[in-house]
Structure formats: structure tokens, C-alpha cells
């Protein structure tokens, strides 16, 4: 196994190190690093299988050091290294593979030359094809770029199979490959198709009978045989990719780039937990959003070549740290914060309301969906939005952008004045609703007495707007203890942490006197009450006299745009000015 990764001088990266697991899965947005990590490995591949049959000879390093290598042309190693090194720099570029049995592998591209490929061994045993390669201990196999297979398929020798193995032509000879399998190796393979296919019956290649020049390779599906070209591209693609697999057997090392861009996501998903269960390592990049999914929570490796290291989750102590940030589907988060850079942080289920809203608004960016909602659960939420960026940026590499809306709940003004400039202190952008929840916006009282009414005259009944205002206003009474209370608690809780020099009782009797001049205005009360419990009381109370309850959906479509709340459509504009790309 490979147990860490460093770069200088190389592509992307001026330094860079990455510690690497059973599994590593690099993601990261475009152009961050993540090609040249898996092209470093190519190289390695390269070097291995040209190096093979002939015995090393000391080579002098460009520090000093004098190992056991080789010198390979830049020409064979089927890799462009003609821009390797950093920022065109006249520099070499290193590549350095640490292994799990002390030994360290070391590979040089000057900006001229060969290509300097040595080993530096703790035993220092290295002076002939076979020790090198044995100290070197790696089974390493990378799936090169596939592409469909061709129509005609011609015999090959045994030596072009090998030559064509590792490059982008291999798909030319993927039925040669078979024809010489053994029977019991294609049905191990056959039986991995038949898996992911189980309609499908894969038949060995055979030489045709017309021709024996040509190799054909049958494939059965609902009792009717067809010449695997006949295949769609997703099957053709899987074949080879199993095919590759094949070559690393149980023991090796797999490298794979994108994945997702031939595969199904149930193919990327059957991908994942193949590598997982059948090979020592595997190193794979990615965007796709079903493969970061299916992770493990430590395999998930953030590439960022402005940083020095790549970063990882450490162990289930960190995942668990940053799943409390962002929550369960923190995977799929990832993967989607990684793409919008931008993250909306919010209370509970607001993400509906909002949309609903803005779609009545035509608000383009916010009904795209395409910045994510992470749900914080509660108002003092607000520290885990902080952690939740810092954990993006700290652990994952990502920096992004948080906008964050919270509900008023049933604070002062002050201290919600107080917690914002904590926000802004820490650049985050932050807006508190001005009533209580979101739901309160569709507390309106014409809206909702239209929304039953509709229902109703569907019905052939109706409704007295005298009957239904006095059902309404019972429903708001029963929540004005509540309100009183949690509102001066609020307060007094407010004025001991601010040092207030104000005594309490003083402070309950302004608070209640600005409470009943506030009640008594019905704007006032519906910014106040809570919104959520209000609709529920009300639905109940609908069904006690014999009326059908309402969903929110039918209240906003009855509300007329002009009665939306001012304040509340500038805070929705914001966040749709937020989503801009």
C-alpha cells in the first residue's frame, strides 16, 4: 500500500502531501489538483511496467542522493510532462510515493531529459531487477481513459495486448483480452456482469467461423444473442472498466479518473463497494455526488493545491464534528456546497416557504436550487453555521460563502441587534426575520379566510366572515399567556447577560405595557404568535366547526403580492442576489 503521496515542483503544486488510507476518494472543485494527483500515479505506473525487465544502475539525484534506478525516456511513459513542473518554473519536479514497508519511491522530471525513477530502500538491496521490484512491493493498476469497443475486432499477438493494456487503446482489444482467459476466469468475470446485468448472459469470445481472423463476443438477453457492440455505451464501458479491475486481483492498487462520467449512479455506487471489498487500496477522482454519498466518511480526501496537505477526516471523532455542523446528509452536502461554493444556513423547514414565496416573486436564483439549504435547528444555531464554516475550510479545504436566516423568535430587538454585529464580526451574513418564524408571513387573515372559502364553495357551502374572524381571533387569544411570558423571560434573560441597571421588576412592567399596546394592534399580534402552532390550532379548530383545514400552499396562493411584507421580500431579494452564480 501506499502510505503518503508528496509533490514538488508538479503541476498544480509547489508542495503538497497527501496521506492516504485503504480508500481514497479526492473531490474539489474544477482545476484544484485533483488530474495531476492521479497523473503522478500514472507516471508511477509507468515506471514500474518499463522498468520491469531490466536490472537497475545508480543514478544521481538531482539533491545529491545516489540510488538504485533507472533512466526512462519522457517519451515512453505515455504522460505529457512536457508542462510538469509548477508555474513553468525552470525546476525539476519530484514526485515521492512512501510505502508500507519502509521504503520510499522517487521519481524525478527535469525539464529535459529522462526520467529519473529510483528507490530508496532500508535494506538498500536494490541492485537487480528482481530485488528492486521486490523491495518496491505494488501491484498498481490505472484504469486508463475507456471508449466503445470496436465493431470489428481483429486477433492480435499476446505482445500488442500487453503494449495496448495500460493506454487509451485498449479498448481495440478487450475481446482478445477474454479469448485468452480461462473458463474459469471469464465466469467469475461473466458473474460480475450478470450483477450489475441480471438480465444479461455473457458468452466467451470466439474466433468467427468465416473468418479466424476476427474475434466476436455474444451476449444474451431475453433468450435473444447479441454481438456485444449491440450493447448500450454504460454496458460497454462497464465491461472494460471490470475488465481493468481484473488486472489488479485482490492485492493491488486501483486508480481510477471520473468514474461518473461513463457510469450510471447505480454503477458508480456497485464501483465503489467492489474496490472497497476486493482490492488493498484504491485512489479515485471524482465530482459525483452518488459516489461521495456512498464513502465512507474517512475515505473523502478535499484536494486545494493552495494548500500544503490535502485534507481528510481523521477519524469518526471529526465526521461526527463536522456532521453536527451540517447535518446527517453531510456527504451529499459536501458535494454540493463544493459545487456552489455558497451555502444557505436555516432554522428548520424554511427552504419551502422561501421557494414558495420566491417563485410568487420571480425570484430566478433562489427556485433554481441551486445553492444548498442546511437545516441548524434553532436560533443559537448560529455557532454551528460559524463552526460549520470553518470546518469547510479547515478540514475539507472549501471556501465558501453562508448566508444565514434566522427566525425572531421571541427576543428584543437589542438582542438581536447584539447578535448580528457577532455575525458581521465574523463575516458571515446574517438576517433575523422581523416576526416570529417564516410562517408567520402567511398569517393573512383575507388569504386564509379565501383559502377555506374556495374549498368550501366546492362544496356548495360557505363561510360568515363575521364566524370565521371570531374562530380566528379565539385561536390568537389562547397563545397570548405564551407569548407574554417567553417574551419577558426573553428580556429579563437579555437584561442580566447585558448588565442592564435597570432592576427586573421594572423590566417586566415595560415589557408587559409594550406587550398589550403590541397586542392590540392585529399586524402587531401576527408578527408575535407562533406561526407554526397557530395553523395547527386553527386547522383543528376548522375541523371542530365542520370546515376544511388549509395547507400553507393554498394560503400563499390566495395572498395578493402587493400585502407581502416589505421587509420580508427585501430579505428573500437578498438571498436571490446571494445565489447569483
Known sequence: MIQEIRLINFRKFERYTVVCRQGNIFVGPNNAGKSALIEAMRILDSCIRLSRKRNPKLVNLPDGYILYGYEISRELIGVDLSHSSHNYVDLHSTIEFKIDNGNKIIIIIERD???????????????????????LSLNIVVVPTLSTLEREEKYVLDETIQKSYWKKTSSRHFRNVWLRKSEEEFSDFAHDVTSAWPNIILQKPERQRGDQSIIEMFYSEQ?????????????QIWVQMLTHLDRAKNSGVVVIDEPDIY?????????????????????L????????????????????????????????????KLRQYVGSSINYDIARVSKAKKVIFVEGEDRRVIEDFAKLLSLKNLTTNAVPFVKLGGFFGWERALGAVWAFKEILDMDIEAFCLFDRDYRSTEEIEEFQKKMEHNKVSCRVLGRKEIENYLIDLDAIYSAVSNKLNRKNMSLNREKFDELVFD????FKSKVFSQISAKRVEFSKKSRSKLDMATVFQDTYEDL???????????????????????NTCFQQNGLPSITYSAVLRCIKTDKFDRDFINVLQEIDIFCEK
Do not use: C
Not at 457510469?263 to 485512489?283: C, G, M, N, T, W
Not at 385561536?475 to 389562547?478: E, I
Not at 401576527?526 to 390550532?537: A, L, N, V
Open 113 to 135: 531529459g529522462p526520467v529519473l525513477f529510483a528507490l530508496e530502500s532500508e535494506s538498500n538491496r536494490t541492485s537487480s531487477a528482481s530485488k528492486f521490484h521486490s523491495s
Open 223 to 235: 433468450r435473444f444473442d447479441r454481438e456485444i457492440t449491440w450493447a448500450g455505451f454504460g454496458f
Open 263 to 283: 457510469l450510471h449512479s447505480d454503477l458508480q455506487k456497485k464501483l465503489i463497494k467492489i474496490l472497497r471489498e476486493r482490492y488493498s487500496q484504491f485512489f
Open 285 to 320: 477522482a471524482t465530482h459525483s455526488t452518488e459516489i461521495i454519498d456512498e464513502a465512507d466518511e474517512m475515505e473523502i480526501v478535499s484536494v486545494n493545491s493552495q494548500y500544503k496537505n490535502a485534507k481528510r477526516i481523521k477519524s469518526e471523532e471529526d465526521y461526527n
Open 475 to 478: 385561536v390568537m387569544l389562547r
Open 516 to 538: 398589550e399596546k403590541s397586542w392590540s394592534n392585529l399586524s402587531e399580534r401576527i408578527k408575535m404568535i407562533p406561526g407554526k402552532q397557530f395553523f395547527s390550532e386553527l
